[in-house]
């Protein structure tokens, strides 16, 4: 029976935890802060980050400590940016920290500012998360009054401010050159890159964007060191995971777990299987942007590199399951419309490609199906795959794709 | 400079230049939409996809990149031709075409339309799109161009102009998804004087400009390089006709004069070129009161035994010159009066200079108050020029003879002062207010009908090309000067505007080494 690996769900996962700075600092919070604003540099802070392998939560696992690396020391003023937007379909990892135990991750983040050299940071976060802003707001309240936020942070003559920006709305502003034109108070679309983030981001100043989940774990880090890290998880995807299971599991939720377990085990044990004792008909592992896998698929280690191996993407890690009685047409055409919508439309394929595909998918949710439009919808998703500007046009492409190549009998049910 | 590989062949760039510059440079077309030498890069289109299979350090990358956005570096390998290339291009073109309305027959970009190119060259040459297309609905935004929505392409290179180059950003995006709309702000009509450049810029048929609506087919019309008469800016130009008739003209890239751009009234000078109303067509002089038809060889000999009859010379005989002469024409008309007459007295009437226009950007400063196109080249050639110059009239009312050449700017004071003139011989191609004193009108050419040249504000000598033939018995004033001079006894014959040019830099100090061919397409600056 697998349990749970218990780092950034700790507290969460403690009796009569509240989540306010009394409890974390009782937990142990900020701990890290005072040790590092006592005796470490701001590289040393980069060095262990960058010694644990801690990679991105946010969706691309890019290793964070290399991208804190890549910013300039000679400019000023450089950013920290929380990326809180959390708007990947399946995904509420982010708001399940921020909502339990919002400090985690500002600690996380207080340290990530002070080793890129940052006065000022910025999180991120949709207008329609209501309660989560307040949350972020409160506990930054909380730590100016105790001098952990604001000029000379504990005598150590570092100085931080934090803004919660509240964005209006739209899943491509949690791309992280859309969500800087956002905060800029510009439309939010991608940027063309390079230049990159780490030297021209916010404001044209060299930004670090990074996941809520990410910072998260870095009090931790720089607490216990680079090696106690790794012994959680697999080589290269070192750490846990916060699973978010959602769909027909018996158990949904969010589940904390080491990087590397059986997937199968995690929907089994945690997720409690498919409800109502239905066959599992298929699997969605990392938020709607990740390739389906059948159920034949999910016996893998869920980490990066091996939900990759298996085509698909461990992306925010939200595992979505579908039982026997979904329509995978229904799932297919969900899907591609939520994209099309959420296209901000300034780039070709994705612009033209998500409208011309939500029209071919749509025929066999009407049941006008025929082989040759399911043979479309293939060449086009596959054809448009990997030639647009960001990354939505191929979680629009890569997931239609694999609906049709992995489930053709599906869409055959549906032809005219 | 270092250098990179497209398609196997080595290709040399400079540092900071990208994959697609380079290649363009190299003469190599990489197709694109969006990417334009005035504007930012945006790579959005994503029609100038290539593959670089190596990046000059032994790895490449595995998906195609934009060769707009990506820097060129030494020793990279990039294929624009490879199949993948191939598969990518024809993806981005088909998906183009999937809203596209495929209006082409009516369309007044079709035959030169970016779209319509590329589908032939890159596109696949069919269509399994099969569902209703987007379509938005009519909107009327600017007095010069038309906006048909449904051709766009989102290229959004109007609205970097409007942004980057004009500065009203009054062109700007809508909506999100297949629904994004590049239009202006509800209600908001572009009246700035920068219109036609949107229709330039816009690589397909959804912003054009209204002059030409439903005039001409593209592919019928024949451009010939000239250079803008409306102002003394002299915009580098395209004149473009079909059938002896000039449809429209489009501006030139000049780095130096105009970059790509030209104002509206400049296009619309046009109009004037296909005047037929005010066109002076056949040779005219005045019997009784009358201007009657005459012949030509019987009326040069007619002004040259009255100019005997009234034994004129010197300072009694004077020349007015309009600022749209050529250099070539100034420079016979004055040959004429000093040969003939001995007579210094040449006038180019102009405005009082206003200050030139100020704005940090290049366009606020495009258009000069200065209406004329060779004032500069009239003054360098010693005309006198101040307006309201006492001397200029002065002169008029001691003259017997006076030739005009064109239809110079005068105020009623001059008319006046010319109207005592025993005769007034007038070279010119309209009629204008010195219609009604000219005793013998020779009718002649206008600027797209005629080669020479013109200096504009910068002293910069840029060549006019003939477009088009003139209307009637209408004669280059290269040839009807010499004719005149020949008639008054002179030794003096037709040579084309590069010889007369020619003998100009010899004759005048301040035009030194200019000729036809250093002006060439782009002019030539004088010291
Ligand atoms: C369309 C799109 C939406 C995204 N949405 C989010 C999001 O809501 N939250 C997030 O953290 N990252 C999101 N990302 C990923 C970010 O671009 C970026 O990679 C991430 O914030 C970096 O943080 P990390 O390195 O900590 O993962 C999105 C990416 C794309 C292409
Ligand atoms: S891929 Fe889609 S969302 Fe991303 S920039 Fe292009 S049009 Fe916008
Ligand atoms: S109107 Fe023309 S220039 Fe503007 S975005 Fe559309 S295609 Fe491009
Ligand atoms: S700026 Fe002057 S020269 Fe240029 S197009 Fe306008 S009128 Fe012609
Ligand atoms: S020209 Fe490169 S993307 Fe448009």
Redesign the pocket.
């Known amino acids: 029976m697998l349990k749970e690996t218990l780092l950034l769900a700790k507290n969460i996962r403690t009796d009569g935890y509240d989540g306010s700075l009394e409890a974390y600092r009782r937990a142990g919070g900020y701990t890290a802060l005072e040790k590092v604003m006592k005796s470490m540099t701001p590289d040393q802070v980069i060095e262990v980050v960058k010694a644990s392998g801690l990679r991105g939560r946010g969706g691309a696992g890019f290793p964070t400590g290399m991208k804190w690396g890549f910013i300039p020391k000679d400019r000023k003023p450089t950013y920290m940016v929380c990326n809180a937007d959390e708007a990947e379909p399946g995904t509420f990892k982010d708001h399940f920290l921020i909502n339990n135990d919002p400090h985690l991750f500002l600690e996380g983040m207080i340290l990530g500012s002070y080793a890129i050299g940052c006065n000022h940071g910025y999180i991120y976060i949709r207008g329609r998360s209501v309660r989560p802003a307040q949350r972020i707001n409160e506990a930054i309240e909380y730590l100016y009054k105790a001098g952990l936020l604001g000029k000379n942070i504990l005598g150590s003559g570092f100085s931080l401010d934090l803004t919660v920006h509240r964005g209006a709305g739209a899943y491509i502003c949690g791309e992280e050159t859309a969500l800087l034109e956002s905060l800029e108070g510009k439309r939010g679309q991608p940027r063309v890159k390079p230049p990159f983030p780490a030297t021209h981001g916010y404001n044209a100043c060299p930004t670090s964007v990074n996941n809520v989940e990410t910072l998260a774990c870095v009090p931790f880090i720089v607490k216990e060191g680079a090696e106690a890290f790794k012994k959680i998880g697999t080589p290269n995807n070192y750490g846990t995971r916060l699973v978010g299971i959602s769909g027909h599991a018996a158990k949904p939720g969010i589940y904390e777990v080491a990087m590397g377990v059986s997937m199968k085990q995690i929907i089994n044990d945690l997720g409690g299987g498919v409800r109502g004792g239905k066959k599992l008909k298929a699997v969605i592992p990392g938020g709607s942007s990740s390739n389906v896998l059948r159920p034949e698929e999910i016996d893998i280690p869920f980490d990066f590199d091996s939900v990759a191996k298996a085509g698909s993407m461990l992306g925010t890690a939200a595992l979505m399951l579908f039982d026997e009685d979904t329509d995978i047409v229904e799932l297919a055409y969900r899907t591609i419309l939520f994209y099309n919508h959420e296209s901000c439309g300034q780039c070709t394929p994705c612009r033209e490609g998500t409208f011309w595909l939500r029209n071919l998918v749509r025929d066999f949710r009407e049941n006008l199906g025929d082989s040759q439009k399911l043979e479309r919808i293939g060449r086009v998703s596959q054809q448009m795959f990997g030639t647009s500007l960001c990354a939505l046009n191929d979680a629009a492409a890569g997931p239609i794709k694999a609906f049709v190549t992995k489930y053709p009998e599906e869409f055959k049910k549906h032809f005219i | 400079m270092p250098t990179f590989y497209l398609d196997d062949k080595p290709v040399e760039f400079q540092e900071g230049q990208t994959i697609?510059q380079a290649a363009m440079a190299a003469g190599t077309e990489i197709p694109?939409?969006?990417?334009h030498d005035a504007l930012s890069v945006v790579?959005?289109?994503?029609?100038?996809l290539v593959d670089i299979t190596d990046l000059g350090n032994g790895k490449g990358l595995p998906k195609l990149a934009?060769?707009?956005?990506t820097q060129a570096a030494a020793g990279m390998k990039v294929s624009s031709t490879n199949q993948k290339v191939r598969d990518g291009q024809n993806i981005i073109n088909e998906l183009l075409l999937v809203n596209h309305p495929l209006d082409c027959p009516i369309c007044d970009q079709s035959g030169e339309c970016d779209l319509q190119n590329y589908a032939f060259r890159y596109g696949t040459g069919h269509s399994e799109m099969a569902y209703e297309k987007r379509t938005y609905g009519w909107r009327d935004v600017g007095t010069f161009i038309m906006l048909e929505r449904n051709r766009c392409i989102h290229?959004s290179r109007c609205e970097r102009f409007s942004m980057e180059i004009e500065g009203h950003h009054d062109f700007g995006h809508f909506l999100r998804t297949h629904e994004l709309t590049f239009d202006t702000y509800k209600d908001h009509q572009i009246t700035h004087k920068f219109q036609g450049n949107l229709a330039d810029l816009c690589p397909v048929g959804a912003i054009t400009e209204r002059e030409f609506r439903f005039k001409k087919r593209a592919w019928k019309l024949e451009r010939t390089p000239s250079v803008c008469p409306g102002c003394s800016t002299g915009c580098n130009i395209t004149v473009d006709h079909n059938d002896g008739k000039v449809e429209r003209l489009k501006p030139r890239e000049n780095k130096d004069v105009n970059q790509w751009w030209m104002c509206d009234e400049g296009r619309l000078t046009y109009r004037k070129a296909n005047d037929k109303t005010l066109r002076l067509t056949e040779p005219l002089a005045r019997v009784k009161g009358a201007l009657v038809p005459a012949a030509w060889n019987a009326l040069l000999e007619a002004v040259a035994g009255k100019v005997k009859d009234l034994s004129a010379s010197g300072d009694q005989v004077v020349a007015v010159a309009d600022l749209d002469s050529t250099l070539e024409e100034l420079f016979l008309l004055k040959n004429l009066l000093a040969g003939a007459f001995g007579s210094g007295q040449f006038f180019a009437p102009h405005a009082p200079e206003s200050a030139a226009p100020a704005g940090a950007r290049f366009l606020e400063t495009l258009i000069t108050p200065d209406k004329t196109p060779n004032a500069q080249g009239a003054k360098l050639l010693g005309f006198q020029s101040e307006a309201g110059n006492k001397g200029m009239e002065k002169a008029l009312g001691k003259a017997k003879v006076v030739f005009v050449l064109g239809a110079p700017e005068a105020s009623p004071a001059l008319l006046n002062a010319a109207r005592k003139a025993e005769l007034v011989v007038q070279v010119a191609a309209y009629r204008s207010e010195w219609f009604d004193m000219a005793d013998v009108i020779l009718p002649a050419l206008t600027w797209t009908e005629k080669y020479g040249t013109w200096a504009n504000k910068q002293r910069r000598v840029q060549a006019l090309r003939q477009a088009v033939n003139g209307p009637g018995e209408a004669r280059d004033p290269l040839r009807i000067l010499p004719d005149l001079m020949r008639a008054l006894g002179q030794e003096a014959s037709f040579a084309p505007a590069p010889d007369v040019l020619d003998r100009l830099a010899k004759g005048e100090k301040k035009f030194a080494g200019v000729s036809w061919k250093v002006v060439g397409q782009q002019g030539f600056t004088l010291a």
Do not use: I, N
Request: glycine share 0%; aromatic share 12%; proline share 0%.
């Open positions: 697609l694109h939409y969006c990417y790579a959005t289109c994503r029609q100038c934009t060769s707009c956005s290229c």
